[in-house]
């Protein structure tokens, strides 16, 4: 398998009126082809400033991508003129699916227009073929009735068909990678099952690499192979599923798993919460961005940032505490 | 614990909103049936746990409940105060007696008002406390038992993170004193660390006070932290209805099974290795809700009978209560 995208010492920031926000600061991933990746964080964490740095999508200004490298099958993004990336990448190559397909939807569009406009800018197709395609694209997701569905407005739709619709929407040109940021936040679980099971027979039938955006660590476990946690702008840890879920080695990975009530589980005590709440951006980081919050803090923790260092096959961490000993490692 | 008499008893309570048509001469075109028949009781320092999916009437039966909205049918007793034919000085005691935390800590405080006034404002509606001096003084102790400053008395909403917010809305209920409180989603706007100090914060006032929940959620997994029985609803009306292990360990009814069975589990072996019921379609409109059992034309065991008589609801075991013809 070969590597897809491969993101280098990415840093984001926002000049804003109150000062600059430190959004981005420093991450490196990389993705395989076909591989399903989650992102996991909190709100702010930016897992998705991340993404959307990645494939520009952000205003210059405000935003600013200070320092970087985002080669994706080759070419460096981050470096690509805009025109390029918007019509060679964006929606061709990487398609992204958001959180709230309300919004992300034109409401005085049809859905049927909104599928053909993607494929008449990136393929050319004449109005007959794309009606057919978009057609054939919303029976793929799952909607009843397609061709009867083309020409319907958003508002007609219930919360998880639209969502389906942004799916097709994405798949149109089919992308070698999509994007989705957190795609089933805004559902109910039982429409949530729906389009995670949607999002995998998919992902299996086209050989689509996936990053999975989401701040909901069930909903990771069923479906990503490798996983990174994001706090305050910096990758935490990152690990096979397995190896987060048994062995998580970060500190704040371990307060997250512990502070999740189980559906599975009988209750045996409290729920351990994380005292404090997450930094405020505004503020340029120094140490490590949790140890104000951690249990296992010490003074080097609040001075130096520790980067991201392997502890095992595929899992690296950004800690200078080993958690099961306490001690310095 | 049994031999408790609850403290709220709601039954079959009722709430139908009108559909209209026309601007000036509105007229009555049909029903949202937004909560069709709902029956139970909550013994007091106990939690009972309402979930459903959005729409399925969670939050309209919060505020029925309460006397924020008039019910159309049914009666609910709190504290032994008949909800719908309180009178005004009853009504005043409810209001002091039952409380509500809301879910989006952004919306549901004045922007303009100070901490203070915001957490002070029931003791002055019901002038519980005579002097402003002892209002004051008031407020800062609540302020303390939620975990805040007293310090931050003369700042605004703005100035807080969301989960302080939310323990503004939690100090103010606790202002009056009260035995009830309705807590609609109150985490469901919160970070996952966030959401566990608030949940363990109300907790421990349950604990302190001997106060009684109404806990109104769609996170399965946090109600079965929390609640100690717990309710399912779908679309207006009961589903099922048992102690928490009995409804998350044996549930009957196939939507109760089904809406288990979709909730992600955060742990990948336990996750690959667990059965999946995922239903198909959405929930219907409550405007004219499916005939019979309204859950019948998503569900796997539906026969005829499901879609000609409304199930009725039976105790099938102590305390487990469902709504299905094939249970």
Redesign the interface.
Known sequence: MGRILEVKDLVTRFHTAEGTVYAVNGVSFHLDEGEPLAVVG??GCGKSVTMMSVLRLLPEPPAQIASGTAFFKGRDLLKMSEEVIEHDVRGREIAMVFQDPMTSLNPVLTIGYQIEESLKAHLDLEDEPARERAADLLAQVGIPESPKRLAAYPHQF?G??RQRAMIAMALACEPSLLIADEPTTAL???????I??LMLELRQRRKLSLIWIT????????LAERVLVMYAGYIVEEAT??DL?DRPQHPYTL???A??????R??NQ??????G??PNLLVQPHGCPFAPRCEFAISRCRTENPGLTDVGPNHRIACWIDVRTRKQR | MKSQPPIVIVDNLKKHFPVTQGIVFQKTVGQVRAVDGLSFSIVQGRTLGLVGESGCGKTTAGRTLLGLYPATAGRVLIDGIDVQHATRNKLMLLRRTAQMIFQDPFASLNPRWTVGSIVGEPLRIHRLLATRQERVDRVKELLGLVGLSPQQINRFPHEFSGGQRQRIGVARALASSPKFIVCDEPISALDVSIQAQVVNLLEDLQDRFGLTYLFIAHDLSMVRHVCDQVAVMYLGAMAELADRNELYEHPLHPYTQALLSSVPVPDPKKDRARHRTVLGGDVPSPINPPSGCRFHPRCPLAGEICSQEIPAWREISTGHWVACHKV
């Open positions: 909190e709100s219930s998880g068909m109910d679980v039982t429409i949530q099952a729906q995670v099971e701040h909901d660590l069930g909903v990771v476990a069923g599923v397995d879920y307060a997250l798993l502070a999740l009530p189980r559906v599975d009988r209750r409290r729920l351990k919460s994380i005292p709440a997450p």
